[in-house]
């Protein structure tokens, strides 16, 4: 590696890879700064944890299989919010979390006064799913002023729960395929539509070192996928912000009638545990910072949303 301190960028230029977005053969030192003073932020495990919060129908086609099942959401579960809570530690300085399961959003968000609410990835379909607690979050997201971050099967289930409509990667209804589906999965590049949105700030900024030269150059992003499921359309009141060739739905934002809502279809939180492995922070394992970046801007914009009535 070469010591970008005593080696200018212009000499290292000369030395390009034939790779796009101009890399070069150097890679540069990464530090993460805690930028956010204080965040409060409600952690929701959107996943499945007891028998108690399955439907009818779960109950019927998971006979003999149950308890499996609901370990291995568990397990997942687990993995997940801890992956939320490490990126608010990470971010934040002085960071306070909660984390609840889906069904106590509603009163978790009333007792603890969250500055933001990030829900996790779910597993499961949503009609395997207790209807008493699909039906509860509906009137919450429906209503709520605290803005909300929802990952991939939380994307999914905002959708759902503002009137959009979930199907397969290839266009097939939920019932008709519950295994073997086409999925999305790894890194994967997504497409900006929208990149006025402020949780892309600093994208047009070319000098900027927050973005990849990838996303100011071409507007991509590259992020964590894992689903097999896609929100068909984008859902009244919301934009659109990001897009691929799998599924047209990769990120979407509601910032009407006092709401601030993000929803992504991939797994910006991953970002931390990918860098985490590293023992060193050079930039070239770090390509995965896009989640991290997009993660840092909502709670900044979560902690200045000023609802109105």
Request: net charge negative; charged share 25%.
């Amino acid at each position: 590696m070469l010591d970008a301190a005593t080696t200018t960028k212009e000499e290292l230029q000369q030395e390009e890879l034939p790779f796009p977005y101009n890399k070069q053969a150097y890679c540069l030192y990464e530090p993460i700064e805690k930028t956010v003073s204080h965040a409060r932020v409600l952690i929701v495990n959107s996943l499945l944890r007891y028998e108690s919060d399955l439907s009818d129908l779960a109950r019927a086609e998971w006979n003999g299989t149950m308890e499996s099942k609901l370990r291995f959401e568990r397990k997942i579960s687990s993995l997940a919010c801890n992956n939320i809570a490490q990126n608010v530690n990470r971010l934040v300085q002085n960071p306070k979390t909660l984390t609840v399961h889906l069904s106590e959003i509603a009163e978790a968000a009333n007792a603890f006064e969250p500055d933001a609410i990030v829900m996790s990835g779910t597993f499961a379909d949503f009609d395997y799913y207790d209807p008493k607690q699909l039906a509860s979050f509906k009137k919450f997201i429906l209503e709520t002023k605290i803005p909300v971050l929802a990952i991939c099967g939380s994307h999914q289930l905002v959708g759902v729960s503002f009137g959009a409509e979930l199907k397969t990667l290839d266009g097939l209804e939920l019932g008709e395929k519950r295994n073997d589906r086409l999925v999305e999965y790894q890194y994967r590049f997504v497409k900006i539509t929208d990149t006025s949105d402020p949780i892309f700030e600093g994208i047009e900024d070319k000098t900027s070192g927050l973005w990849q030269d990838y996303t100011k150059e071409d507007d991509i992003l590259r992020v964590w996928q894992n689903h097999g499921v896609q929100v068909i359309g984008v859902p009244e009141g919301f934009e659109l912000l990001a897009t691929s060739y799998l599924c047209k739905n990769q990120m979407m934002v509601k910032r009407s009638d006092g709401q601030l809502i993000y929803c992504v279809q991939f797994h910006l939180e991953k970002s931390f545990e990918d860098w985490s492995k590293n023992p060193t922070r050079w930039e070239h394992p770090n390509e995965s910072r896009d989640g991290r970046v997009l993660f840092e801007n909502f709670l900044k914009l979560a902690l200045a949303h000023k609802p109105t009535a």
